[in-house]
């Protein structure tokens, strides 16, 4: 429709029989709160209906998401529509072969004779140019076949329909109405433009004339929008409460949402009242398989897929999950979004997903629900186990990340059950896979409490525990402790114990070792690792784990100073990845650990040019994998060697973001990074040369002896300190985007944030 003229109140005469008169707009029906945020959804529709093809548009959402709203708002600004636009509010009937009565009372067409109310209808709007905004039509959706023919009778009529289901017509196009914009967590300038935060100020005020969004109440709001999911009713709801409850207590509330998320306005239909009677008024629609399904889907906490709903829910009755799934989806009950490698994954609202759990645990299936649950979450944590190995690793892994909030409410069952040898089962099978996202302290707990317990009980799973146990605790730089809890899990381990384990298990004592500067006992638990895996080539995992291996060698003779071997087992690591046909770094999630290590050989030979390459590679490549410890060591890279090359600015603000992300993802960033950093040569203050050098220290020895580190300290200490600062505040993706884009011998001091360019290396990333 172009845009021409508002709603009339009167029409001019017409030579056929004329519709009955249209209502002004001041007479369309009213919600419970102004139009806030909605301007680009207000623009998306009227594009929509503005299309010459598109005469029938179906707003959907959840319950309270406001479609009523954004169709009363297209509506009262809709054009060129000279026969006026009518509003019919179905919620009062259920009947399917009511909506053409309903119709005509709101066109006040009297049925007269014999002739349908479809008929009468199509003889009133035919030639007719009109807006027809159907409400509610979630309850009387077998009726979508009679819109259709509706249209197909009337060809200059529009209808834009409100409804929690789609009509599922071939004439239907669908516009899913988002929720309001929220916040993003830490973002306070971002503050005033949400939408969700402005519509909760706005109804708030209106419930307490001297409510206002302060220093002091900004970020409770923020954080309760976003917890709310940034649904408009059940925004309006909590900020109803404003006059009894700060924005703060209401957080405290949440876990009584059902209660804090009630008492709307008496005038307004029951389903606006309250979220509970919200949802219930979806839920009461399905079908009893769907509300079984539904109710089961309730024990996830975050994101799931087909796969994760089928164990649930395969016995449910004789449709098949995804038939049921597909009748959520279109309920508007569960959401379908991208998921890894094309395939979907599904979510529901904080406040759905409160209804839905609450109604699993009311129920008898409860326990088996969980049982499944867990079961399910295990299964696929230890088929992603060795997925660090395995040529479709990143896409087990990515799948992984679809249910990483699903482990701990897993863990927690199992737990609650004392099932000993199921808890050791996933908490040590996770440890790879926190390994490399980056999320090690909570998981380090986890398996600390699942060791107690297996050995309280005498599991038989313990070993494998422990060691996992031992690989966090190394990681988080506790080397004494890794190495007791190692000495405790070989008296669990024997020639029987899984391969992978016995690996794990030798390469972790070797990684200690060499973290405690035992670097010729760790190079030998390296070689036993590497014949041990040498030796079994029927596994599809080994021979990328043999290009790990051989990197860890190559890190202990850096780690010894002698640079010429570490360069030899390096390229042996990447010719093995060759050899699978992968480029360097391809081969598998940790192949750019080589690269990283090539890096540090060009550095200790003063390559910086060519250390600098290595560096931002491996970086890349980490980035690429979502490899986090080897993205936080290359960037450290990055960062010494513009230090080494006297460009202490853009090093001191890369080793700030480094040290923070070292932090984020649990890593110790002395051991882990600035360690092998200082040895290799920064300036002063950085060098910190009166210090120990730790894991570093027979580097250093080697490689400068009694002589002083040609590097001129830094000119202005308290700029750099400001810039580490500064960077630690960098979001790492902006790091990343800032050290791939730096260009070694280019004038180093540049004030303010990123480049144009740096923003294009960014977005490409």
């Given at each position: 429709?172009?845009?021409?003229?508002?709603?009339?109140?009167?029409?001019?005469?017409?030579?056929?029989?004329?519709?009955?008169?249209p209502?002004p707009?001041?007479?369309?029906?009213?919600?419970m709160?102004?139009?806030?945020?909605?301007?680009?959804?207000?623009?998306?529709?009227?594009?929509?209906?503005a299309?010459?093809?598109?005469?029938?548009?179906?707003?959907?959402?959840?319950?309270?998401v406001?479609k009523?709203?954004?169709?009363?708002?297209?509506?009262?600004?809709?054009?060129?529509?000279?026969?006026g636009?009518?509003f019919?509010?179905?919620?009062p009937?259920?009947d399917?072969?009511?909506?053409a009565?309903?119709?005509?009372?709101?066109?006040?067409?009297?049925?007269?004779?014999?002739?349908?109310?479809?008929?009468?209808?199509?003889?009133?709007?035919?030639?007719?140019?009109a807006l027809?905004?159907?409400?509610?039509?979630?309850?009387?959706?077998?009726?979508?076949?009679?819109?259709?023919?509706?249209?197909?009778?009337?060809?200059?009529?529009?209808?834009?329909?409100?409804?929690?289901?789609?009509?599922?017509?071939?004439?239907?196009?669908l516009?899913?109405?988002?929720?309001?914009?929220?916040?993003e967590?830490?973002e306070?300038?971002?503050?005033?433009?949400?939408?969700?935060?402005?519509?909760?100020?706005?109804?708030?005020?209106?419930?307490?004339?001297?409510?206002?969004?302060?220093?002091?109440?900004?970020?409770?709001?923020?954080?309760?929008?976003r917890?709310?999911?940034?649904?408009?009713?059940?925004?309006?709801l909590?900020?109803?409460?404003?006059?009894?409850?700060?924005?703060?207590?209401?957080?405290?509330?949440l876990?009584?949402?059902?209660?804090?998320?009630?008492?709307g306005?008496?005038?307004?239909?029951?389903?606006?009242?309250?979220?509970?009677?919200?949802?219930?008024?979806?839920?009461?629609?399905?079908?009893?398989?769907?509300?079984a399904?539904?109710?089961?889907?309730?024990?996830?906490a975050?994101?799931?897929?087909?796969?994760?709903?089928?164990?649930?829910?395969?016995?449910?009755?004789?449709?098949?999950?995804?038939?049921?799934?597909?009748?959520?989806?279109?309920?508007?009950?569960?959401?379908?979004?991208?998921?890894?490698?094309?395939?979907?994954?599904?979510?529901?609202?904080?406040?759905?997903?409160?209804?839905?759990a609450?109604?699993?645990?009311?129920?008898?299936?409860?326990?088996?629900?969980?049982?499944?649950?867990a079961?399910?979450?295990?299964?696929?944590?230890?088929?992603t186990?060795?997925?660090?190995?395995?040529?479709?690793?990143?896409?087990?892994?990515?799948?992984?990340?679809?249910?990483?909030?699903?482990?701990?409410?897993?863990?927690?069952?199992?737990?609650r059950?004392?099932?000993?040898?199921?808890?050791?089962?996933l908490a040590?099978?996770?440890?790879?896979?926190?390994h490399?996202?980056?999320?090690?302290?909570?998981?380090?707990?986890?398996?600390?409490?699942?060791?107690?317990?297996?050995?309280?009980?005498?599991?038989p799973?313990?070993?494998?525990?422990?060691?996992?146990?031992?690989?966090?605790?190394?990681?988080?730089?506790?080397?004494?402790?890794?190495?007791?809890i190692?000495?405790?899990?070989?008296?669990?381990?024997?020639?029987?114990?899984?391969?992978?384990?016995?690996?794990?298990?030798?390469?972790?004592q070797?990684?200690?070792?060499?973290?405690?500067?035992?670097?010729?006992?760790?190079?030998?638990?390296?070689?036993?690792?590497?014949?041990?895996?040498?030796?079994?080539?029927?596994?599809?995992?080994?021979?990328?784990?043999?290009?790990?291996?051989?990197?860890?060698?190559?890190?202990?003779?850096?780690?010894?100073?002698?640079?010429?071997?570490?360069?030899?087992?390096f390229?042996?690591a990447?010719?093995?990845?060759?050899?699978?046909?992968?480029?360097?770094?391809?081969?598998?999630?940790?192949?750019?650990?080589?690269?990283?290590?090539?890096?540090?050989?060009?550095?200790?030979?003063?390559?910086?040019?060519?250390?600098?390459?290595?560096?931002?590679?491996?970086?890349?490549?980490?980035?690429?994998?979502?490899d986090?410890?080897?993205?936080?060591?290359?960037?450290?890279?990055?960062?010494g060697?513009?230090?080494?090359?006297?460009?202490?600015?853009?090093a001191?603000?890369?080793?700030?973001?480094?040290e923070?992300?070292?932090?984020?993802?649990?890593?110790?960033?002395?051991?882990?990074?600035?360690?092998?950093?200082?040895?290799?040569?920064?300036?002063?203050?950085?060098?910190?040369?009166?210090?120990?050098?730790?894991?570093?220290?027979?580097?250093?020895?080697?490689?400068?002896?009694?002589r002083?580190?040609?590097?001129?300290?830094?000119?202005n200490?308290?700029?750099?300190?400001e810039?580490?600062?500064?960077?630690?505040?960098?979001?790492?993706?902006e790091?990343?985007?800032?050290?791939?884009?730096t260009?070694?011998?280019?004038?180093d001091?540049?004030?303010?944030?990123?480049?144009e360019?740096?923003?294009?290396?960014?977005?490409?990333?």
């Amino acid at each position: 429709m172009s845009h021409r003229s508002r709603l009339p109140a009167t029409q001019e005469p017409a030579p056929h029989p004329p519709i009955a008169r249209p209502l002004p707009a001041t007479t369309l029906p009213r919600r419970m709160t102004s139009f806030i945020g909605r301007e680009r959804e207000i623009a998306a529709v009227r594009a929509l209906l503005a299309r010459e093809e598109v005469r029938l548009v179906t707003l959907t959402g959840p319950g309270g998401v406001g479609k009523t709203r954004l169709a009363l708002q297209v509506a009262d600004q809709a054009e060129d529509v000279p026969d006026g636009v009518w509003f019919v509010d179905l919620t009062p009937i259920d009947d399917p072969a009511l909506v053409a009565p309903a119709i005509a009372r709101a066109l006040d067409i009297r049925h007269t004779g014999d002739r349908s109310a479809e008929e009468l209808l199509v003889d009133t709007l035919r030639g007719r140019r009109a807006l027809l905004v159907l409400d509610n039509f979630e309850q009387v959706a077998p009726a979508g076949p009679f819109v259709a023919r509706l249209l197909g009778s009337c060809p200059a009529l529009a209808v834009l329909v409100t409804s929690r289901v789609a009509l599922r017509v071939s004439s239907e196009y669908l516009y899913e109405v988002p929720s309001l914009l929220v916040p993003e967590a830490g973002e306070p300038n971002a503050m005033a433009n949400a939408d969700a935060v402005r519509l909760f100020a706005d109804r708030a005020a209106a419930r307490s004339a001297g409510f206002r969004i302060t220093p002091g109440n900004a970020e409770a709001v923020a954080e309760l929008c976003r917890r709310l999911d940034g649904v408009p009713l059940a925004i309006e709801l909590a900020a109803a409460r404003v006059n009894v409850l700060s924005p703060a207590a209401m957080l405290e509330r949440l876990d009584e949402r059902w209660t804090l998320l009630a008492g709307g306005p008496r005038d307004e239909p029951a389903r606006l009242r309250s979220m509970r009677e919200s949802i219930a008024w979806s839920y009461d629609l399905l079908a009893p398989d769907e509300q079984a399904l539904f109710r089961r889907l309730g024990v996830f906490a975050g994101a799931w897929t087909l796969d994760g709903a089928e164990a649930l829910a395969a016995d449910d009755g004789d449709r098949s999950v995804l038939d049921r799934l597909a009748a959520l989806v279109d309920a508007s009950l569960v959401r379908q979004e991208p998921g890894p490698d094309g395939a979907s994954a599904y979510t529901m609202l904080a406040t759905i997903r409160e209804f839905a759990a609450e109604l699993l645990e009311r129920s008898e299936e409860a326990e088996t629900v969980r049982r499944r649950h867990a079961a399910f979450v295990t299964a696929l944590v230890e088929r992603t186990e060795p997925a660090s190995f395995l040529p479709d690793g990143a896409e087990l892994r990515s799948r992984l990340r679809v249910h990483r909030d699903n482990i701990t409410p897993a863990l927690a069952w199992l737990e609650r059950r004392g099932d000993a040898d199921g808890l050791l089962r996933l908490a040590s099978a996770q440890a790879t896979f926190v390994h490399l996202e980056g999320s090690l302290p909570a998981a380090h707990e986890w398996l600390a409490r699942a060791v107690a317990l297996g050995r309280a009980t005498g599991s038989p799973v313990l070993g494998k525990g422990l060691v996992g146990l031992a690989v966090m605790t190394h990681l988080l730089g506790d080397e004494a402790l890794a190495l007791e809890i190692l000495d405790e899990a070989s008296a669990h381990l024997d020639g029987e114990t899984d391969v992978y384990v016995r690996i794990w298990d030798l390469t972790t004592q070797g990684l200690v070792a060499l973290r405690s500067n035992r670097l010729e006992h760790a190079a030998a638990l390296q070689e036993q690792a590497l014949a041990l895996v040498r030796s079994n080539p029927q596994l599809d995992w080994a021979p990328r784990l043999e290009s790990t291996v051989l990197g860890h060698l190559g890190n202990i003779a850096v780690g010894r100073g002698d640079i010429d071997a570490a360069e030899r087992w390096f390229d042996q690591a990447i010719a093995v990845q060759r050899a699978l046909g992968y480029e360097p770094g391809t081969s598998h999630t940790m192949a750019s650990h080589p690269i990283a290590g090539l890096g540090d050989v060009a550095r200790a030979r003063g390559d910086l040019p060519l250390a600098f390459d290595r560096y931002r590679e491996a970086l890349a490549l980490s980035l690429r994998f979502s490899d986090s410890r080897a993205t936080a060591y290359a960037l450290g890279g990055v960062a010494g060697t513009l230090a080494s090359a006297g460009r202490w600015w853009g090093a001191a603000r890369l080793f700030g973001a480094a040290e923070a992300y070292h932090a984020l993802t649990g890593y110790p960033f002395d051991l882990e990074t600035m360690d092998r950093q200082r040895a290799l040569g920064l300036p002063e203050p950085w060098l910190r040369a009166r210090e120990p050098f730790g894991a570093g220290q027979s580097l250093r020895d080697a490689l400068w002896g009694d002589r002083e580190v040609p590097l001129p300290p830094i000119p202005n200490p308290a700029a750099a300190a400001e810039q580490w600062e500064a960077g630690r505040a960098m979001p790492i993706d902006e790091a990343c985007a800032l050290a791939l884009d730096t260009n070694l011998h280019a004038p180093d001091a540049r004030p303010g944030g990123l480049s144009e360019r740096e923003r294009e290396v960014l977005r490409l990333l």
